[in-house]
């Protein structure tokens, strides 16, 4: 049947057709496609409209014309368990700190991170600002677009989905240096993945959600610290940034702060070069969001103006990402 398509072109052999010098039309076919061919593979043919040629369809040719061409091109077949569901599969190295992205292999416990992977889930989506995650009893909820994550074998909260990329909270009960991860859909789970653990692993929010660039820093009133709306110095900002580790009291993975929660490991804050006394600011977790640590402290007075001055935190030893702050 689909003869007809190629007919004329040089792929023509390959589909029982004349071989020819006409142009070889393109015909792509999605992930999406071969999963409901496999689920109705006897279904009745469908016509389909290509180049001012009609050709009849069924599911199972396009099946077989989905396996010859993936072996021609030298891609592996995808992997489609009996009941039509590709399972999820995690990036090697694919979960890092959801501020930093990646500027260390290690995120902590508590921190909010980014899982990255294929077929993460059921096909939908849950993104801000169109889709929020829900309470129950207190916890941030550990299901989303029909994705569940487990860490050492218990669920994880989920802060957004899409079918390539998760967030994710790292349970603050998780001890050692390393951690199992997966992720199930409609009951077939990923191959486990592995998280590298440390005590603490900075990341600093930035506007780009990259890492990069201008830090998620506010004035006190909650407006953005921008270069149209810069900090002064000596004025105290907020700076949003997640892996400062445990905290005390403690906080159960999932729940929000029942009040100042500081962080156990001290933090050093550098504005533009210049150290931000410990005494002169509160780092610890933020009353709004799970995972989410803030740290409110005063830009330096002898602070030089610009547009990008550089913000760094340390913590445990190890630097954050660099992120910047407009100050005049």
């Not at 390959?14 to 992930?31: C, K, R």
């Not at 993936?70 to 592996?76: F, S």
């Not at 169109?130 to 909820?141: D, E, I, Q, R, S």
């Not at 486990?192 to 990069?212: H, Q, W």
Request: glycine share 12%; with cysteine.
């Amino acid at each position: 049947m689909l003869n007809v398509y190629f007919n004329g072109t040089a792929a023509a052999a390959s589909f029982g057709a004349t071989p020819g010098t006409a142009p070889l039309n393109y015909l792509q076919i999605y992930a999406p496609d071969i999963l409901y061919a496999e689920a109705h593979v006897n279904a009745p043919a469908q016509v389909v409209e290509t180049s001012g040629a009609s050709v009849s369809v069924s599911a199972q040719d396009l099946l077989n014309l989905a396996i010859v061409k993936l072996l021609q091109i030298g891609e592996p077949l995808p992997s489609i368990t009996p009941g039509g569901i590709v399972p999820p599969q995690i990036n090697a190295g694919g979960v890092v700190n959801n501020a930093s992205y990646g500027q260390s292999s290690s995120v902590a416990p508590g921190s909010i991170a980014a899982l990255f992977g294929t077929n993460l889930t059921d096909g939908t989506s849950c993104l801000p600002l169109a889709c929020n995650p829900t309470f129950t009893n207190g916890k941030l909820g550990t299901t989303m677009a029909g994705a569940q994550v487990t860490v050492n074998g218990t669920p994880v909260p989920i802060f957004y989905a899409a079918p390539v990329q998760l967030g994710i909270q790292i349970p603050f009960e998780v001890t050692g240096t390393s951690a199992i991860v997966s992720v199930s859909i409609a009951g077939q789970a990923s191959t486990p993945g592995t998280i590298t653990l440390a005590p603490v692993a900075a990341g600093i929010f930035t506007a780009t959600s990259d890492g990069k660039g201008a830090g998620a820093i506010t004035h006190v009133n909650g407006s953005a610290v921008t270069t149209q709306n810069p900090a002064q110095p000596g004025e105290l900002v907020i700076l949003y940034v997640t892996g400062l580790g445990q905290v005390t009291p403690a906080v159960a993975t999932g729940a929000l702060p029942a009040g100042l929660s500081k962080t156990v490991a001290p933090v050093t804050v550098t504005i533009g070069g210049i150290n931000v006394s410990p005494l002169d600011f509160f780092a610890g977790l933020a009353g709004c969001c799970v995972g989410l640590n803030q740290i409110n402290a005063h830009v330096p007075a002898g602070i030089s103006s610009g547009n990008a001055v550089p913000v760094v935190l340390s913590i445990g030893g190890k630097s954050s990402n660099t992120a910047t702050i407009a100050v005049q």
